[in-house]
């Protein structure tokens, strides 16, 4: 079986910070890219940004400059440091690992989701 599990998220301010970190756990044999979406109330679930495992990465315009992702390959770990928020960074955010485990082929995997809220 294979996790992948959130934490991180909370309540904070216009112009605070948050670590979102994400895990995935199990029967592992590979994995490529991981990253973090996000979706707000009443809107589709869009990418943030994400990492691949030789460290390039995409953002979303709206993050550039303030969200940075970074990977622990050896640890199968992706973070998110989110900087500068605004309330309208609002919404729950999913980590996403694309891997391979021991019983199936390269697939997506999601965690549950954590909530992050940026009061103005």
């Known amino acids: 079986q294979v996790q992948v599990m959130e934490s991180g998220g909370g309540f904070v301010q216009a112009g605070g910070s948050l670590r979102l970190s994400c895990a995935a756990s199990g029967r592992i044999f590979g994995i490529g890219v991981m990253g973090w979406f996000r979706q707000a109330p009443g809107k589709g679930r869009d990418l943030v940004a994400n990492?691949?495992?030789?460290?390039?990465?995409i953002y979303a315009d709206s993050v550039k400059g303030r969200f940075t992702i970074s990977r622990d390959n050896a640890k199968n770990t992706v973070f998110l440091q989110m900087s500068s928020l605004k309330p309208e960074d609002t919404a729950v955010y999913y980590c996403?690992?694309?891997?391979?485990?021991?019983?199936?082929?390269?697939?997506?995997?999601w965690g549950q989701g954590t909530q992050v809220t940026v009061s103005s």
């Open positions: 996403n690992a694309h891997l391979r485990s021991f019983t199936s082929g390269w697939r997506d995997y």
């Open positions: 990492i691949s495992n030789d460290g390039s990465t």
